[in-house]
């Protein structure tokens, strides 16, 4: 009698916090995303959220960093 073996293949999901988001960008900014990819090896995807992590952090706007105060009028 032989055995059948079946591959099985499980989609691990390593951080569930994630959600899924699709935009547009321009073929040049996709080339040069590729081709940062194909030199370096850093798949387009990280390259995004990097540098999306990146502009939000420059700007004060993550969950993690402190609220924003009002700028208030100094009395005369």
Known sequence: ??????????????DVAKERFEFWIDPEARKGLEAIKDRD???????????????????????????RRALTRRRA
Not at 41 to 59: K, M, Y
């Open 1 to 14: 009698m032989s055995t059948l073996t079946i591959p099985v293949y499980t989609r691990i999901f390593t």
């Open 41 to 67: 090896g850093i798949p387009v995807a990280v390259q995004i959220r990097r540098a999306i992590d990146a502009w939000l952090a420059d700007r004060e706007a993550t969950e993690k960093s402190a609220p």
